[in-house]
C-alpha cells in the first residue's frame, strides 16, 4: 500500500525540468498529485482556487525573476512551505531565500527523486510545526496578555523587554513608555516602614535570581503612589544554561497590606489597653485585700473586744442569744475562708452550703436549711469540688474547707 502524499504546485517554465521533476515524484512510493505551471500570475490564481501542501518554486518565470518571485508569492498567497528551485549554485541567494522563508534550496540537477520528496516532506513538516509554534506564541501572548497578573521580563542588566497589559494599567505606563527602562523605575529606593534598600535588592534579584524565588516588596506607579506587589520570579536562560534575563510575575496586595497594618495597630492598641487593665485590675485586687484587712482589724481589735464585755455583764437569754449570733456572724465576716474562697468565683448560693458543711451539717440537713431538694444541694456540693479542684481526688470536702479556714 502507497503512503499519501499531499498535493504539490509545481512552478516552472522550463517544460522538461517540470516533466523531470514529476517523474521523479511520481517515482517514490507515494500518491502525489502535482499541478504545474509556468508563470506566477496562474500560480497565484491555482493558489486562491485550490488547496496545496507544497509548492516547488523556480525563481526565474516568465513574469517574474529571483528572490523578487519568492516575495511576490509570500505576499499574495496563503502561507505554505515553499522549495526554492534555481539553476545557479547561489551561497547568497540560498541564504536570502531561507531567511525569507523558504523552507529548503535546491539546485536543478543536483538533487534526485529521494533527496527531492525528502526536501518536501521536511518542509512540510517543519511548516506544520512553525505554525503550531506560532498558534502556541499567540495563545501564550494572548493569555500573557490578558492574565489578572503583573508579567514584567528583564535582561540581566535590569532594562525591560516585556511589560504586559495588566502591568501597564496598574503602573500606568504604555508599553512605549516602559520598554527598555530600567525596572528600577517601578519602585522606591526605600521601603515604607522597613527602611530597606530596594535598589540593592533589585541587583541582588538580578545577579542571583533563584535566591529570589517569592518576595513581597514596595512598588511606586507613574503618578507617585505607592502600591505593594507580590511577586515570584523566575531566571531566564539560553540554550547552554546562562541567565540572560529575569522573568517576574507579580500581583497587587496592596490592599491586604493594609488591612494588615491596620490589623496589627490594632492589636498592638488592645495589647496597651490588656496591659493597662492588668495594673489596674491588679491595683484594684491591692485595694480590695487592704479594705479586708483593715475592716478585719477594726473588727477585732474595736467590736469584738466589748463584745466579750457584753457577755460577761448579766444578760438575759435573749440578749445572751443575740449576742452570740451577732458575734457569730462578725467572725465569719472577718473569716479568712471566705476571703479565700472569693478567688473560686463561689456563687452566693454555694457559699451558704460551704458554711453549713463546715458546721459539720448533712445534706438533708443543708437542703431543709435552704429549703431545696437534697438533689440541689448534692449539684452545689460537687460544683463546689469542681471549682476548688477537688472533682477529681478522694479529699473529704469539709476536711479541705476546715483546712483552708
Known amino acids: 500500500m502507497k503512503n499519501l502524499c499531499h498535493k504539490i504546485l509545481l512552478i516552472e517554465d522550463d517544460a522538461a525540468d517540470a516533466g523531470l521533476i514529476c517523474d521523479m515524484v511520481e517515482s517514490k512510493e507515494a500518491e502525489c498529485v502535482v499541478a504545474t505551471t509556468d508563470r506566477l500570475s496562474s500560480a ?46 547561489d551561497e547568497e541567494l540560498a541564504a536570502e531565500a531561507i531567511s525569507m522563508g523558504a523552507q529548503d534550496y535546491l539546485v536543478k540537477a543536483r538533487f534526485d527523486a529521494d533527496q527531492l520528496y525528502r ?9 506544520r510545526y512553525e505554525q503550531q509554534l506560532r498558534e502556541s506564541e499567540e495563545k501564550y501572548r494572548e493569555l500573557v496578555e490578558n492574565a489578572n497578573s503583573v508579567v514584567i521580563r528583564m ?56 535566591d529570589f524565588i517569592e518576595n513581597v516588596n514596595e512598588n511606586v506607579r507613574k503618578n507617585g503612589e505607592r502600591i505593594w506587589v507580590s511577586w515570584r520570579n523566575r ?74 464585755k457584753l457577755k460577761k455583764s448579766r444578760l438575759d437569754a435573749g440578749q445572751t442569744s443575740n449576742l452570740n449570733i451577732l458575734e457569730t456572724n462578725l467572725q465569719e465576716i472577718t473569716s479568712p475562708i471566705l476571703r479565700k474562697l472569693q478567688r473560686f468565683d463561689l456563687t452566693p448560693k454555694e457559699i451558704e452550703v460551704v458554711s453549713y458543711l463546715k458546721d459539720g451539717r448533712t445534706t438533708k440537713q443543708i437542703a431543709e436549711l435552704l429549703g431545696v431538694s437534697p438533689r440541689a444541694v448534692e449539684f452545689h456540693r460537687y460544683n463546689i469540688r469542681k471549682k476548688l479542684g477537688l472533682d477529681q481526688m478522694k479529699t473529704n470536702l469539709r476536711t479541705y474547707l476546715l483546712s483552708i479556714g
Open 155 to 210: 535582561d540581566r542588566k535590569g532594562a525591560i523587554t516585556f511589560f504586559n497589559e495588566y502591568a501597564q494599567t496598574l503602573f500606568g505606563y504604555s508599553r512605549d513608555e516602559i520598554i527598555g527602562r530600567d525596572v528600577k523605575i517601578l519602585i522606591p529606593q526605600t521601603e515604607t516602614g522597613s527602611g530597606r534598600d530596594l535598589t540593592k535588592m533589585i541587583d541582588n534579584i538580578l545577579s542571583n535570581p533563584d
Open 119 to 127: 526536501s518536501m516532506i521536511y518542509a512540510m513538516e517543519r511548516k
Open 235 to 308: 531566571a531566564v536562560r539560553d540554550a547552554k544554561g546562562d541567565v540572560i534575563g529575569n522573568l517576574a510575575i507579580g500581583q497587587d496586595v496592596t490592599e491586604r497590606k493594609q488591612l494588615e497594618e491596620s490589623l496589627d495597630i490594632k492589636s498592638r492598641t488592645l495589647e496597651e489597653v490588656n496591659t493597662a487593665l492588668k495594673v489596674l485590675l491588679k491595683q484594684r485586687e491591692g485595694d480590695k485585700r487592704e479594705l479586708e484587712e483593715n475592716i478585719s482589724l477594726n473588727v477585732n481589735e474595736l467590736i469584738l473586744p466589748y463584745v466579750e
Open 44 to 89: 497565484l490564481k491555482l493558489l486562491r482556487e485550490s488547496a496545496f501542501e507544497v509548492v516547488l518554486l523556480d525563481l526565474a518565470l516568465p513574469d517574474s525573476k529571483g528572490i523578487e518571485t519568492l516575495r511576490r508569492l509570500q505576499d499574495e498567497a496563503p502561507p505554505l512551505p515553499i522549495v526554492v528551485l534555481t539553476v545557479t549554485d
